[in-house]
């Protein structure tokens, strides 16, 4: 039977992994998905709350952070794509100036 605690641990681990990817990697698509790990991560962690007090309100706000999630990577990749058109690279050591 998995308890709370093992779904913490494993939110934890996916969390690390996910903030390990944004801070050590410089590919722009590497970090956009090291932050998708970071939010997946909440949500199990709202997940196993809701389950363990028996309430609604965890699964509600699975639903935004999803909605947020897929608004921000429409956002993100547009971004890097037109980072990549401009600059020719998706390093983020290389782009360092917002300017055309």
């Known amino acids: 039977m ?34 998708e790990l970071m939010l997946n991560a909440v949500n199990i962690n709202l997940a196993a709350f809701s389950n363990y007090l028996q309430s609604m309100t965890g699964q509600i706000f699975i639903v935004f952070v999803m909605a947020v999630a897929a608004a921000e990577a429409a956002v993100g990749l547009a971004l890097i794509i037109t980072m990549f058109r401009n600059k020719q690279t998706i390093n983020a050591d290389e782009i360092n100036t917002m300017r055309g």
Not at 6 to 24: D, E, K, R, T
């Open 2 to 35: 998995l308890t709370l605690a093992h779904y913490l641990v494993l939110s934890g681990i996916i969390f690390a992994i996910g903030m390990a990817g944004v801070l050590v990697r410089r590919n722009l698509i590497v970090m956009f998905m090291s932050l």
